[in-house]
């Protein structure tokens, strides 16, 4: 679907290059999707799922107050222009990098630290080598 501009697309195998191509992001609020975009600095529009758990309200309310998105709840989408509207705000709003907020994107890096830095400085069993057995 195309209209002013705007495509909505349902899935895509390639979400990190449409994220990277897009100007503005609408889309639900899992993990993934929302940490993926602001780490792309990308201006979002959350629409959070709340039904069965409230998982992702929760997750859009909070970095909506950090000023890194702007919340659409489904029960607003029944209203006529309450998306555009609320593209509209993202779009006026002043954008804040995540990194001014605290929001890091090096988890794995910083996990992978920590473990290393507790490993016993033990050898690996002759069969054994960093990648797993030979």
Known sequence: MEDAGAHVIAGT???????ESAEAVVGMSGYNTVYEALALRKRFVAVPRVR?????LE???RLAGM???SVLEPAVLQR???MARAV???YSARPVDPLDVGLRFDGAHVAAGMLLSDAPRQQLPSN???GGPR
């Open 88 to 90: 509209d705000r993202a």
């Open 13 to 19: 195998p390639d979400l990190p290059g449409l994220l």
């Open 59 to 61: 997750r859009a309310n």
């Open 52 to 56: 069965p758990r409230r998982e992702q």
């Open 67 to 69: 000023g890194l998105l």
């Open 128 to 130: 054994l080598h960093v």
């Open 80 to 82: 006529p222009g309450a």
